[in-house]
């Protein structure tokens, strides 16, 4: 169902469910709340929203620079401690979508 809407404010008072939520991004913000995945105890339901974040921002095309890129791994990598089966499930997707250097691959392998 796609709502039509004639002007941007429209948009943004409104509270229907056709509003994507991921619309502002911004890839600086999304990677300062990794920070998250280092609380104890860990709360699953905000690490899956930062993942589902990063994904979204990947596959918007969002070009994520090495040193940004590296940080977002070993942040993620921390989560596979958890027993929640859906975090590890983002994690792997994550992963599996960040962006590698040929010097990160051996990381990957182990992982």
Do not use: W
């Not at 469910?17 to 990794?34: D, H, M, R």
């Not at 974040?53 to 994520?64: C, F, P, T």
């Not at 590890?88 to 051996?106: C, F, G, N, Q, S």
């Amino acid at each position: 169902m796609a709502f039509f809407y004639d002007n941007i404010d429209d948009v943004r008072t409104s509270k229907k469910k056709g509003v994507n939520p991921y619309l502002n991004l911004e890839k600086t913000s999304v990677l300062q709340e990794t920070r998250i995945f280092n609380e104890t105890p860990l709360n699953t339901r905000k690490c899956i929203h930062v993942l589902a974040k990063i994904i979204y921002m990947i596959n918007q095309g969002e070009q994520m620079g090495p040193t940004e890129a590296r940080e977002a791994f070993f942040a993620t990598t921390r989560l596979f401690q958890s027993k929640d089966v859906t975090l590890r499930r983002m994690v792997h997707l994550v992963i599996k979508e960040l962006p590698t250097a040929p010097d990160d691959a051996i990381m990957l392998l182990a992982v």
